[in-house]
Structures are given as structure tokens and as C-alpha cells.
């Protein structure tokens, strides 16, 4: 079975497990999950969530920051500095 096809075959059930198993840190039987066994589990809840879940009630979604002054909404990170300039400048360090 590829990835596709298991998360596919994850019920809304077998989701909500996944996600308090992650949350708690243990499964629900009390067994600690294992660092990859974390891993996989976050990986299977994201793609679960990309396919089934309206994005802004998806794990870890982040709504876009309002700017009041134009009334409309721009994404939180914007990688853009505030003189509103592209070109490269030095480093400062300061001792």
C-alpha cells in the first residue's frame, strides 16, 4: 500500500485517533509513540486534512492578517521588509 492509498483508507474516526495519539504522545491503549511513529501520524493527519478539511479548519491553519487601512486580507508572512525594498542590505552587527 502506497501513502495514497493509506490515506485514503483513513476513516474520520481513525483521524480524530491519529490526532489526540499526536496530541497526547501516547496511543490510545497507553503505549508511548516512538519519535517516527509522531512523525508518520503528523504526516498522515496533514495529508488527511488537505484532502477532507475546508482550509480554515486545517491542523495548524493560520488566518491571513487583515489590513485595516485597505480592507482586505494579505498573507502573514509577506518576506517583504518594511522599506518596502527588494534590493540585498549588509548585515549590521553590533558589540
Given at each position: 500500500?502506497?501513502?495514497?492509498?493509506?490515506?485514503?483508507?483513513?476513516?474520520?474516526?481513525?483521524?480524530?485517533?491519529?490526532?489526540?495519539?499526536?496530541?497526547?504522545?501516547?496511543?490510545?491503549?497507553?503505549?508511548?509513540?516512538?519519535?517516527?511513529?509522531?512523525?508518520?501520524?503528523?504526516?498522515?493527519?496533514?495529508?488527511?486534512?488537505?484532502?477532507?478539511?475546508?482550509?480554515?479548519?486545517?491542523?495548524?491553519?493560520?488566518?491571513?492578517?487583515?489590513?485595516?487601512?485597505?480592507?482586505?486580507?494579505?498573507?502573514?508572512?509577506?518576506?517583504?521588509?518594511?522599506?518596502?525594498s527588494d534590493d540585498p542590505q549588509p548585515?549590521?552587527?553590533?558589540?
Open positions: 500500500m502506497d501513502f495514497q492509498q493509506l490515506i485514503d483508507s483513513i476513516t474520520p474516526d481513525i483521524y480524530e485517533s491519529l490526532k489526540l495519539a499526536v496530541e497526547r504522545g501516547k496511543w490510545p491503549d497507553g503505549r508511548k509513540l516512538t519519535a517516527t511513529q509522531r512523525e508518520h501520524s503528523m504526516q498522515a493527519i496533514i495529508a488527511y486534512d488537505l484532502r477532507h478539511t475546508p482550509e480554515d479548519r486545517r491542523v495548524g491553519y493560520i488566518p491571513p492578517k487583515k489590513v485595516p487601512s485597505k480592507k482586505k486580507t494579505e498573507p502573514c508572512d509577506t518576506n517583504k521588509r518594511s522599506d518596502h548585515l549590521k552587527w553590533q558589540s
